[in-house]
């Protein structure tokens, strides 16, 4: 009974492997190309929180491309990782670090957010193009620098891990899973709902607030600071930058679990049926957190109102002018 159950999951595991994964290949490749093209318009770069989102789907796209396509050919039994160690070493050093910074963006685009919002003007000075830049290039050193450990730690060929190309040591396993857990998932969660929260708080504050003069109640018009097309596109990016977050938490939280879960009861500590659990839901996740980087476009058209809307079709447009052409 158990060797018929291992041999199901390990099934099922393959069949997502050959099917899920390149439905979520294309559809990532696609969506974080339009991202790209899209929120590199104009109109749009110019805006501190669009040029985090054309950042964060850049990166993600990276991601997919170099970090997918092995989790294809797994599921065909031809994953080049399970037997050659620079590929192996090199592809989980790419999307743990990718991971890492595309994340990161999306928690410093809730704080430009919640500055944005505030109803401070030293606040509101603060989300400005050139700070933005400036922390998208620490993002990247900081991401690159966290998971450099990889290229000693891991390697292919090991039999018992729930996947061949993996950590060589007990001391890598955890170095890298606590660093992935909390650097890469709980902490930039975490101040993202914080943020977020704040933000919320923020933009009910400034709808509500009231003066009083000469006993009569008056609305103070915040957006007086900023034009009526900038407002409308803060709200919808506001709008966007929840849904993901809400995403991100549904889709990162089951690999952390996970993670945290093999650090304290690792690979081979129980029966071979308990293994293949563990596999099988390492597989999942891996999955999930591919899923992630793949379904930014599609939130922000959906939570991206007319902004977006219009954005892609003044894109489409300027590629049939240049088609015509």
């Given at each position: 009974?158990s060797?018929?159950s291992?041999?199901?999951?390990?099934?099922?595991?393959?069949?997502?492997?050959?099917?899920?994964a390149?439905?979520?290949f294309?559809?990532?490749?696609m969506?974080?190309?339009?991202n790209c093209?899209?929120?590199?318009?104009?109109?749009?770069?110019?805006?501190?929180c669009?040029?985090?989102?054309?950042?964060?789907?850049?990166?993600g796209?990276i991601?997919?491309?170099?970090?997918l396509?092995?989790?294809?050919?797994?599921?065909?039994?031809?994953?080049p990782?399970?037997?050659?160690?620079w590929?192996?070493?090199?592809?989980?050093f790419?999307?743990?670090?990718?991971?890492?910074m595309?994340?990161w963006?999306?928690?410093l685009a809730?704080?430009?957010?919640w500055?944005?919002?505030?109803?401070?003007i030293?606040?509101?000075?603060?989300?400005n193009?050139k700070n933005?830049?400036?922390?998208i290039?620490?993002?990247?050193i900081?991401?690159i620098?966290?998971?450099?450990?990889m290229?000693?730690c891991?390697?292919?060929?090991?039999?018992?891990a729930?996947l061949?190309?993996?950590?060589?040591?007990a001391g890598?396993?955890?170095?890298?899973d606590?660093?992935?857990?909390?650097?890469?998932?709980?902490i930039?969660?975490?101040?993202?709902?914080i943020f977020?929260?704040?933000?919320?708080?923020h933009?009910?504050?400034?709808?509500t607030r009231?003066?009083?003069?000469?006993?009569t109640?008056r609305?103070?018009d915040?957006?007086r600071?900023?034009?009526?097309?900038?407002?409308?596109?803060d709200?919808?990016l506001?709008?966007?930058?929840?849904?993901?977050?809400?995403?991100?938490?549904?889709?990162?939280?089951?690999q952390?679990?996970?993670?945290?879960?093999m650090?304290?009861?690792p690979?081979?500590s129980?029966?071979?049926?308990e293994?293949a659990?563990?596999?099988?839901?390492?597989?999942?996740?891996?999955?999930?957190a591919?899923?992630?980087?793949?379904?930014?476009f599609?939130?922000?058209?959906?939570?991206?109102?007319?902004?977006?809307?219009?954005?892609?079709?003044?894109?489409?447009?300027?590629?049939?002018?240049?088609?015509a052409c």
């Amino acid at each position: 009974m158990s060797n018929k159950s291992i041999e199901s999951l390990e099934y099922i595991s393959d069949q997502f492997n050959r099917y899920l994964a390149p439905s979520i290949f294309l559809f990532g490749i696609m969506g974080n190309i339009m991202n790209c093209l899209v929120l590199s318009q104009r109109t749009l770069r110019s805006n501190p929180c669009a040029l985090l989102f054309l950042a964060s789907s850049f990166i993600g796209l990276i991601s997919i491309l170099l970090g997918l396509p092995t989790r294809i050919l797994a599921g065909w039994h031809a994953d080049p990782t399970t037997t050659i160690n620079w590929i192996c070493k090199t592809r989980v050093f790419i999307v743990f670090s990718t991971r890492t910074m595309s994340i990161w963006l999306i928690t410093l685009a809730t704080i430009d957010r919640w500055l944005i919002s505030s109803i401070n003007i030293h606040r509101r000075q603060m989300s400005n193009l050139k700070n933005v830049k400036r922390e998208i290039f620490i993002t990247i050193i900081l991401s690159i620098l966290s998971y450099i450990h990889m290229f000693p730690c891991y390697g292919a060929n090991n039999i018992d891990a729930p996947l061949k190309c993996y950590e060589n040591t007990a001391g890598c396993l955890l170095m890298t899973d606590l660093t992935y857990v909390l650097f890469s998932i709980i902490i930039p969660l975490i101040l993202m709902i914080i943020f977020g929260l704040l933000t919320i708080s923020h933009v009910h504050r400034i709808h509500t607030r009231v003066a009083y003069v000469d006993n009569t109640v008056r609305t103070i018009d915040h957006s007086r600071h900023v034009n009526q097309n900038s407002k409308k596109t803060d709200n919808h990016l506001l709008r966007m930058l929840l849904l993901q977050i809400f995403s991100l938490i549904v889709l990162c939280i089951p690999q952390a679990v996970q993670k945290l879960y093999m650090t304290f009861k690792p690979f081979g500590s129980g029966s071979k049926l308990e293994d293949a659990i563990k596999i099988f839901l390492y597989n999942i996740d891996i999955l999930l957190a591919f899923m992630a980087s793949a379904m930014p476009f599609y939130i922000y058209v959906l939570a991206g109102g007319s902004v977006i809307r219009k954005a892609s079709i003044n894109l489409i447009r300027l590629i049939q002018r240049k088609i015509a052409c």
